[in-house]
């Protein structure tokens, strides 16, 4: 099956940084979503973004679906950013829906 | 515009017990997914519900079952649960079969003593 691999796995930063979160994926797919896990398990929604560029507020996400990888990049980092990013994919051979999810990266932003 | 609601928000239940979670998707969508979540790891696909019929399945036993009602809430449940099934249960819903962007719900914590 489809493997997807995020990077890195942990990350600290000071309030302010930027960062940008990496996902691999083995095999294409029609569907590519970003999601931010916060401390209470709820997944919310960054970015649905099978291929392109988006950009909402301070966070901007690239999927570049010919070389399989997506970037998430978070500006002027703070201290609510922190929790567990989740990058999920949708493999082109499934009958759509069926979201595969990569580890995650922590992220953990400090005052 | 409500979103993507399970109950309850916390289970404790014994080896060997049954359990049954809920879920009702957002508004006007008519696709549900259930996803297992354990601790320190990404979500994993358990299945997908759409028309009242299960769509597509993960790497899941048969004690993991599930429905959908016409009005497009669903039920999953384990049976003879195993130490092993305690972890958080997150429900998705979308439009179109899963097709498009899928929305969570908060979960329900399942602890299995």
């Known amino acids: 099956g489809i493997q997807v691999e995020q990077s890195p796995p942990d990350l600290i930063l000071q309030e302010g940084a930027n960062s940008t979160l990496r996902c691999n994926f083995s095999?294409?797919?029609?569907?590519l979503q970003w999601f931010h896990q916060n401390p209470w398990g709820q997944l919310i929604n960054l970015f649905y973004i099978p291929s392109g560029t988006k950009q909402n507020g301070r966070l901007s996400a690239t999927t570049v679906a010919t070389e399989r990888y997506s970037l998430l990049y978070i500006s002027s980092s703070q201290t609510t950013d922190s929790g567990v990013y989740f990058c999920a994919v949708d493999p082109i051979y499934n009958q759509g829906g069926k979201l595969i999810f990569g580890q995650g990266t922590e992220l953990s932003v400090k005052p | 515009d409500a979103g993507v609601t399970q109950s309850p928000t916390h289970l404790i239940k014994t080896r060997g017990q049954q359990v049954t979670l809920r879920c009702s998707p957002k508004?006007?969508?008519?696709?549900v997914s259930w996803y297992q979540q354990a601790l320190g790891q990404g979500p994993q696909f358990i299945f997908q519900y759409y028309e009242e019929e299960e769509r597509q399945r993960g790497n899941f036993p048969d004690r993991f079952s599930g429905h959908q009602f016409p009005n497009y809430s669903s039920e999953l449940n384990v049976n003879a649960l195993l130490l092993g099934d305690s972890a958080l249960y997150l429900c998705a819903s979308s439009l179109v079969r899963g097709e498009e962007t899928q929305y969570f719900g908060p979960g329900t914590r399942l602890l299995v003593l």
């Open positions: 095999d294409s797919v029609n569907n």
């Open positions: 508004s006007g969508h008519d696709t």
